[in-house]
């Protein structure tokens, strides 16, 4: 990935980084504590741009979810899975085969902090940016209607199309969740690139797969193609380059930010939850 100077000369600057993969207890404990150095009173205005992956199949779970409640903690077990708790809302999300993004800023000229919707959408532009670099057009929920899910789905993320979220053909092809304090918001989301809808719906207590599928898009189905990592986060950098007229300037993996922020964003509460006996990881991209 490159900072496009050239293209951006003058503009303001934001820090991105591609990490990798990582536990879902380090990459959860980063968001957060990002989110307590911007949040700070003396902190000045800055945005933060990640893209991450997991090292192995994990469940995050919505801040208010309860695994017992939506988990089927024994398959977890059995098959590698991990489950950490998100420091957002929202529903649960299988980090398998996707790339994650996180957005960490206090900056209001960028994000007005009373206006959470034009937060969603303006991230969700930049989104779609980059998605047409690889030539994939998508619409936005607002656009075509909200669709909700009770019962057999209610418990997992990519079944519910909120407002602003990113569609393909009215399908969920990327499901974000926010948490915002009074100066400074955090915001991630999952971007499906190969969807195993059979493990999702053994992951969750109560989850019909058929209808999962017709609820969710990934990546392999929209461009016919699994995507090489390298080339998506190049192409949603650019999207957000021009959606906000801004330099991405590439930083290393945070880990400066746990040391300095860690105790506060209390990394422990996201320990994994349940840990499988079984050593299964992600097939390569």
Same mark, same amino acid.
């Given at each position: 990935?490159?900072?496009? !100077? ?128 690889? &030539? ?33 053909? &009215? ?93 506060? !964003?209390? !990394? ?18």
């Amino acid at each position: 990935m490159t900072s496009h !100077a050239s293209q951006t000369a003058g503009a303001a600057h934001w820090r991105v980084s591609y990490e990798g993969p990582q536990s879902g207890q380090f990459n959860m404990a980063v968001d957060e504590a990002l989110l307590c150095e911007v949040s700070e009173a003396q902190a000045p205005p800055q945005t933060h741009l990640r893209f991450y992956q997991w090292r192995c199949p994990t469940v995050s779970l919505g801040l208010s979810q309860k695994p017992e409640q939506v988990i089927n903690l024994d398959y977890c077990r059995s098959h590698g899975i991990e489950i950490v708790q998100r420091p957002t809302g929202g529903k649960a999300v299988l980090h398998d085969r996707e790339l994650t993004y996180s957005v960490v800023s206090n900056d209001s000229a960028f994000f007005p902090s009373a206006n959470i919707g034009k937060t969603y959408c303006r991230i969700a532009s930049a989104l779609q940016r980059g998605f047409r670099l690889l &030539g994939l057009e998508t619409t936005l929920a607002a656009e075509t209607g909200k669709r909700s899910a009770t019962g057999p789905l209610s418990s997992a993320c990519f079944a519910l199309s909120g407002h602003h979220e990113v569609l393909w053909q &009215g399908r969920k092809l990327v499901g974000s969740a926010q948490r915002r304090r009074k100066n400074a918001f955090l915001q991630h989301g999952s971007i499906l690139i190969d969807f195993d809808v059979t493990s999702l719906s053994r992951v969750l207590r109560s989850c019909e797969s058929a209808l999962l599928s017709s609820a969710v898009a990934d990546l392999k189905t929209c461009l016919g193609t699994v995507p090489p990592v390298g080339a998506l986060v190049e192409a949603l950098s650019k999207g957000f380059e021009a959606a906000f007229a801004v330099r991405l300037v590439e930083d290393g993996p945070r880990t400066d930010v746990l040391v300095r922020f860690g105790r506060r !964003a209390n !990394a422990s509460k996201f320990s994994p939850i349940g840990a499988g006996g079984g050593n299964r990881c992600p097939r390569p991209l």
